[in-house]
């Protein structure tokens, strides 16, 4: 299967740096009613990603669902709002593309479609025009190349973007680049979070306040507010990172992890999440709180998961509101109600799993029942291979679970220099993760 993602590119005309282009930006944003703020209170948040001697600057978000209206129209309110050029991308199923181009007023100028778009819009494929894609050309380039480019046959829609990447000057991972792709304590790319400005005037009728609309609110910064403030009491902490995970240190060892990732929704509602949970150590390679909830899916379980191991039952009913959270993107109450629910379900169904995985036996307990990167294969193979999310070390530490393998226990009991790398190795893990936990605000010391 291919990939889906919708991102845009901003036509960066007056060519700033990277901090011009942010305060600029800002100030924009600012002007149009929206002000700078904390990622708790975001209503609106962005992702900028910049690369040298580029004229374009990329722009995606949360929001920006493959192929959602809100991903086209707020690309042309950017357009308007810094009377410039963008130019909205979606990339359906690695198949096609489909660029839109919008002019200074805001209005889509043009549409160039790249790739085997006729299974899905028929023949009637309108062709670019010249006049409108002329202009962002870079030298050494003609619109001849542009519409070979348009014409060419990829297996995969991405090869054909970044060629075109060299043509209208777009920084070739920018142009496929996506909110998924976002990580942390990258120089390249920034994260910005807006709220509505209001006015602090009371508005009263007959000597009542009047009813204000509900406030927007990003559905991260819900989670973190309703599914995070009703964990507190049991330990969990948001973590201070850009991706919505909720977290319990257990002993300096074993990590607790609620979180969430997009999914498809359904009819009526608009939008929809599902609630993930797992557990993980500090003898894994790396904690990669830095990486999207999607990307650490691996060892991330549904919570209708922890619904079956609690309850031992399936209800179809529960099945399908445990798997996916659905709610109207145009009413923050809907997704407040929603998150309640959840929160709810979590500390009903997927706490009383987790509280009883305190330590390295426990843990090794959960990931041979749950959906978890640890076997003995790889830790047969743990001196030439051991992937990021691996969490086969942990046998290492268990004298219950070791001890089930006396040949391999005799190995590394035997083995000198394979025993000392291994403790060594250990070590390094530990340290290095108790500072990313610290770094994240999750312990003060260790």
Known sequence: MGSFFTSSQIYNSKQFDKEGFIDFFCKRMEANGYVPCSSDESEISYILRFADNTKWVTITSEAYEQGNQFSQTDTGRIAEMLNTTCINTIVVDSDFAILDLYD??????DSLIIGRADDYLGDDIS???EKTWTPFLEDNFS???LLEVQNGDYVFIEDGLTELADI????????TFSEEDAV?????TVFLDFKEARSSIVMTQAGEEVTKAPKKISVNAA?????????EPYGFKCIKGRHPYIVRVINNEILHIITFCPENPEYPEDKAISIRGGVASIYRKKIT????PKENHEWLNYLFKFYTEFTHEINVQNRIRLFKTCFYSDNPDSLISALQVDAENIIKY???IMDKINDIDSCLNYMQEFKAPCNYKRCEEICTYYPDDDEAFLYFLSSKYISERPDFLTNYINDTEFHSWVITELEKRKNDNLEILKEYGLISEY
Do not use: Y
């Open 127 to 129: 062709q670019p025009l």
């Open 350 to 352: 997927a706490l009383p």
């Open 184 to 188: 942390e304590n990258d120089k390249d």
């Open 104 to 109: 200074e007023s805001g209005q889509k100028a």
């Open 223 to 231: 989670f973190k507010q309703i599914i995070g403030k009703a964990l």
């Open 168 to 175: 209208i000057g777009i920084d070739k991972r920018n142009i």
């Open 143 to 145: 619109f001849t190349q």
């Open 289 to 292: 709180f830095d990486l999207t």
